[in-house]
T-cell receptor, first 109, second 112 residues
Framework: QQPVQSPQAVILREGEDAVINCSSSKALYSVHWYRQKHGEAPVFLMILLKGGEQKGHEKISASFNEKKQQSSLYLTASQLSYSGTYFCGTPSGNTPLVFGKGTRLSVIA | DTGVSQDPRHKITKRGQNVTFRCDPISEHNRLYWYRQTLGQGPEFLTYFQNEAQLEKSRLLSDRFSAERPKGSFSTLEIQRTEQGDSAMYLC??????????FGDGTRLSIL
């Protein structure tokens, strides 16, 4: 079951904040977040394993709400380097990770 | 840590030909994964190994696709009788057990 990401795309000016959501119709046990820049490999950002858990790295953080079957990625005071496509992935059955279709983030000066 | 290595980076072939891609995982990683990615989509899981055992292969796209990891180190993905729809980026990732996956730069396949 593929998680659903929203929005599909967002454009920000440097310094603005953004939220990317990832939801599933099935119970979520963990959510993995990756960023992929154009022409490059996806790069791991963080994994959330418990409901309600929040993790952060510098100005990028995430939350995980088991009851809502949803995770959100928060980008604070965005920088040009944040541009790329963000994917969430969740385990499903025997599949270690099923990725969403991604959210394309463009940060402009 | 040299990262996940994939070879070749690009492959152009004629429809109907067979192609084989290689993936060398991070040396201490026992799990190896194969994905396909098309433009504007997320990576699509194909199969994965734990050491030399192929744990899940039902997601391979057809019986033309097969993968091996004979000694539990590098892996190969083969596509037989390639079709136009096989054109995509093929990504390999590795992990230490259930730890986060680290991706290689991929092999871009173009079918003429």
């Amino acid at each position: 079951q593929q998680p659903v990401q929203s929005p599909q795309a967002v454009i920000l000016r440097e310094g603005e904040d953004a939220v990317i959501n990832c939801s599933s119709s099935k119970a979520l046990y963990s959510v993995h977040w990756y960023r992929q820049k154009h022409g490059e490999a996806p790069v791991f950002l963080m994994i959330l394993l418990k409901g309600g858990e929040q993790k952060g790295h510098e100005k990028i953080s995430a939350s995980f709400n088991e009851k809502k079957q949803q995770s959100s990625l928060y980008l604070t005071a965005s920088q040009l380097s944040y541009s790329g496509t963000y994917f969430c992935g969740t385990p499903s059955g025997n599949t270690p990770l099923v990725f969403g279709k991604g959210t394309r983030l463009s940060v402009i000066a | 840590d040299t990262g996940v290595s994939q070879d070749p980076r690009h492959k152009i072939t004629k429809r109907g030909q067979n192609v084989t891609f290689r993936c060398d995982p991070i040396s201490e990683h026992n799990r190896l994964y194969w994905y396909r990615q098309t433009l504007g989509q997320g990576p699509e899981f194909l199969t994965y190994f734990q050491n030399e055992a192929q744990l899940e292969k039902s997601r391979l796209l057809s019986d033309r696709f097969s993968a091996e990891r004979p000694k539990g180190s590098f892996s190969t993905l083969e596509i037989q009788r390639t079709e136009q729809g096989d054109s995509a980026m093929y990504l390999c990732a590795s992990s230490d057990g259930g730890q986060p996956q680290h991706f290689g730069d991929g092999t871009r396949l173009s079918i003429l």
